[in-house]
């Protein structure tokens, strides 16, 4: 392990709320992003020598104020140069207390005058702290035009004078769809990180949830929020069991379900059965629905997948997505055999070419009817595709399955 690794991860769990609120006191994305990569570098020197601190928050709050200061001090063309290092001069050392402003940032980040994709692509950036590359990746373009998106979107927000808070509770619903979006996107990110030699990110899981329950207490009674707390709570209890002690990944039908965190799963369902009575559902609580149905059998065996495809051509109905198209087809490989999974798969290559969970779906259909050759070619694509290591792992022990 790179030495500089376990300070990376404190840094990056400590420094994201740490950024928003630093947003927050200068008004300025790439400035206060600037502080606190200098600030990373700074930590990288101080804390290997030190050891990390007993507080990395405040330290981390601390540190980035001096270099925003230092950095809008240095900058000769601002023209408002007092007034800002006073506002950051003002900003509490102590993170504590301060939990609403990613909340606050993410609504920022949401404003109806960008794109959504730029929402999504910004919040994830600055909330989340992931790099422009896994930007890419997850929104499947290149790395150049996401840089440009989000400087574009940075700007707006600048122009336009938007500000940083919550909306009142009248405009919310201007905004919720991206919001859930980027919850929902931090959350996957988290559960299975984009990169690294972890399957998972443990701590930006726990914080897209921290940011769904304050969204389930901001907006009550609102199904698709209730939808996707449930959501991300029923996918979270399976945490422990996803990888074995050699921290190896763990299939979801080969998992020990007696691992499985039964509060979690409990408070999810009863958050899915409070969307129901709350009003009409959408994406988040079928996908909750869906993910529901494993957490009711006691064995993979007795998972009623017919009625998981029933759920599925709803959702398909309501998104139009490739991808939901891709999960169903998984489901109707369980219910009805790989061989009308495949019937289905076929016409969305071109759509899912770029998408590593299509060309594993593909292989694993291939090798159940034992093609192993046809299963070969995709999983090398998937490979391809795939830079998280614990994944690669796996596809490399499923590709030895077949060629040897």
Known sequence: MDEGQPIAEVFRRESGQVL????????????????VQDTFLLALERWSRDGVPPNPGAWITAAAKHRAIDRIRREARRVDKEAMVSRVQSMPDDPAGLEDDQLRLIFTCCHPALALD???????RTVCGLATRDLARAFMTA??????????AKRKIQVAGIAYRVPAPDRLGDRLAAVLAVVYLMFNEGHTA??????????????????GDLLCRLMPGEPEVLGLQALMLLNHSRRHARV???????LLADQDRGQWDRAEIERGLALLRQGTR????????????????HAHPQTAETTDWHRICRLYDVLFGLTRSPVVQLNRAIAVSMADGPAAALRLLEPLATHLD??????IATADMHRRLGANTEAAQAYRRALDLTTNDVQRAALNARLDEVTT
């Open 20 to 35: 928003a609120t630093l947003i927050r006191f200068c008004g300025d994305f790439d400035l206060a992003e600037d502080a």
């Open 118 to 124: 730029a929402r999504v692509a910004l919040t994830l």
């Open 143 to 152: 790395e150049a035009t996401m840089a440009q998106r989000l400087v574009r």
């Open 194 to 211: 984009s990169a690294g030699d972890r399957l998972a990110r443990e701590s930006l899981s726990a914080e897209a949830m921290r940011v």
């Open 244 to 250: 074995d002690s050699s921290g190896a990944m763990v």
């Open 278 to 293: 709350a009003g009409s559902v959408g994406q988040y609580w079928l996908q909750a629905a869906i993910v529901a149905e």
């Open 354 to 359: 770029g998408y590593s969970y299509f060309h």
